[in-house]
């Protein structure tokens, strides 16, 4: 990756961390290696260091699709105590 694209990923990624921080168990998921690379962004902040990450692969999800997956990975963990929030 160049460092024009390392610089807005990077951007990108503490945008929508601020985002989460107020999250336990994050879930992680999408085509490519975003998700692995946001993974690590996020270990690198001290302040995700007691949280629950997970990522996961997906091919392109339509919306419902995404709700599903997101609904049953919760539910699966018996954690479905969420606040609603989709981006």
């Known amino acids: 990756m160049n460092n024009s694209k390392?610089?807005?990923?990077?951007?990108?990624f503490k945008a929508l961390s601020s985002l989460l921080l107020n999250y336990d168990e994050i879930l992680v998921f999408g085509p490519?290696?975003?998700?692995e690379q946001f993974q690590h962004y996020l270990q690198e902040?001290?302040?995700?260091?007691?949280?629950?990450?997970?990522?996961?692969?997906?091919?392109?999800?339509t919306d419902p699709q995404m709700i599903a997956k997101v609904r049953n990975f919760f539910k699966s963990r018996q954690s479905y105590l969420f606040k609603t929030a989709l981006f």
């Open 32 to 35: 490519g290696k975003s998700q």
């Open 45 to 61: 902040d001290a302040q995700f260091n007691s949280k629950k990450i997970t990522i996961d692969s997906a091919e392109h999800l």
């Open 6 to 12: 390392q610089s807005d990923s990077r951007k990108y």
